[in-house]
Structures are given as C-alpha cells and as structure tokens.
C-alpha cells in the first residue's frame, strides 16, 4: 500500500518559515509526481506545488515564497515555506499520482496524506 506521511507543521509567526516532508513509501513512489494541497477551514482545498522529476509547478501567487523539492536518498518531498502569512494557515496535505501526470488537478492524485497543520499568527 502506498503511504505517505506529513510533517514539520505548527505554530509560526508572520514573516517565519517552516519546512514541510511528505514521507512517501514503497520507495519507487518518490519518483512519481507528489504535489501539496493545502486546506483552511471552510474554504475549498487548493493546489500548492507538485514536482515531477526536476520539473515543477506551482500556484502563481506562492511562487517565489514556496518551493517544492525532494530527497530521493531519504524518500522525501519537502515544501519550504518562507515569508508566511496568516492566510497561508491551513491543514497542508500531501499526494502522490500513480499515473505519473504532473498536474495541479487534485482528482488526479491517486494517494493522500493525512495532513499537517500549519498556522500562522498575526
């Protein structure tokens, strides 16, 4: 079964930085596309990042203060996170497509995460 594992969220004040991991196992998923999502209450879940080999995408209004990457030695996807913003609070997800399409379509990922937490104080 395909598992992947957030963590690296909590409390951070504005202007901060976290890094998130999303641990990805059977190893050979690291490989696949593995984007992040990210959730705030009562608000639709919404594309973040998601990398494919060395190619990336990102939501145009985090670039440049968010960026994707991974450790395929650790079978790791990281988001770095600078220059947060209380409206970057949101329970952030990872996920994996098995059917190996970068996309930021979030019906395309195959294999979800449980979340972690992220907020961001004032």
């Known amino acids: 079964q395909v598992q992947l594992v957030e963590s690296g969220g909590g409390l951070v004040q504005a202007g901060g930085s976290l890094r998130l991991s999303c641990l990805v196992s059977p190893r050979t998923f690291t490989s696949y596309p593995v984007g992040w999502f990210r959730q705030a209450p009562g608000k639709e879940r919404e594309f973040v990042a998601a990398q494919l080999l060395t190619a990336t995408r990102y939501t145009e209004s985090l670039k440049g203060r968010f960026t994707i990457s991974r450790d395929n030695v650790k079978n790791t996807v990281y988001l770095q996170m600078n220059s947060l913003k209380p409206e970057d609070t949101a329970t952030y997800y990872c996920?994996?497509?098995?059917?190996?399409?970068?996309?930021?379509?979030?019906?395309?990922?195959?294999?979800w995460g449980q979340g972690t937490q992220v907020t961001v104080s004032s």
């Open positions: 996920a994996a497509n098995a059917r190996r399409l970068l996309t930021t379509v979030q019906g395309s990922y195959d294999y």
